[in-house]
Antibody, heavy 119, light 110 residues
Framework: QVQLVQSGAEVKRPGGASVKLSCRTS????????ITWVRQAPGQSLEWMGW????????DYAQNFQGRVTMTTDTSARTAYMELRSLTSDDTARYYC???????????WGQGSLVTVSS | QSALTQPASVSGSPGQSISISCTGT?????????VSWYQQHPGKAPKLVIS???NRPSGVSSRFSGSKSGNTASLAISGLQAEDEADYYC??????????FGGGTRVTVL
């Protein structure tokens, strides 16, 4: 079956730190879909960060993250990556990857990676 | 881009039907036939239950249905069951070619 397995929890210090999360996929043709990234701060709603085409490696980032996020893929490893830089406490959240089809049908989702930014 | 507007909570008794609204603008919901809905149980990842306003993915119960009128989309759950207790989020693309989620609705089964 289709599965997305994400990397483990991270703790980072604020003030210039960055984090790079991975999303390993299986069960489908990797290059036939986009991978989207969504985050959820504690007790909050979902926030779309952007997507990357696993075929062309084209990306589209949400304006809130422009200049601070980079999404990449490794086709041979069937894995997508999301790097977020210049972390602050506001970036404390669970970060999800999901397979995307259509404009915003995200299915299935990974289990999420918890990122804590704290001094 | 502001989040889409959803009621904070909706409740119902087992077997009843409920509806969750999701209000946007002509720049998102009203401009496209592309609204999706996600169910999220506590501590779990979201799950797609409705795509493209009315389409139900394989494996999703037929008790879930979606609709749209103007700038407002709705998710209906019929024959409410205990397992339906969760948070629900609507989602739309926007005129700026981005994606926006609703604030979320907590469904409680009484």
């Amino acid at each position: 079956q289709v599965q997305l397995v994400q990397s483990g929890a991270e703790v980072k210090r604020p003030g210039g730190a960055s984090v790079k999360l991975s999303c390993r996929t299986s069960g489908y043709i990797f290059t036939n879909y986009k991978i989207t990234w969504v985050r959820q701060a504690p007790g909050q709603s979902l926030e779309w960060m952007g997507w990357i085409s696993a075929d062309t490696r084209d990306t589209d980032y949400a304006q809130n993250f422009q200049g601070r996020v980079t999404m990449t893929t490794d086709t041979s490893a069937r894995t997508a990556y999301m790097e977020l830089r210049s972390l602050t406490s506001d970036d404390t959240a669970r970060y999800y990857c999901a397979r995307q089809w259509g404009l915003h049908s995200f299915d299935p989702w990974g289990q999420g990676s918890l990122v804590t930014v704290s001094s | 881009q502001s989040a889409l507007t959803q009621p904070a909570s909706v409740s119902g008794s087992p077997g009843q039907s409920i509806s969750i609204s999701c209000t946007g603008t002509v720049n998102d919901i009203g401009g496209y036939n592309s609204v999706s809905w996600y169910q999220q149980h506590p501590g779990k990842a979201p799950k797609l239950v409705i795509s493209d306003v009315t389409n139900r993915p394989s494996g999703v119960s037929s008790r879930f249905s979606g609709s749209k009128s103007g700038n407002t989309a709705s998710l209906a759950i019929s024959g409410l069951q205990a397992e339906d207790e969760a948070d629900y989020y609507c989602c739309s693309n926007t005129i700026s070619n981005t994606v926006v989620f609703g604030g979320g609705t907590r469904v409680t089964v009484l």
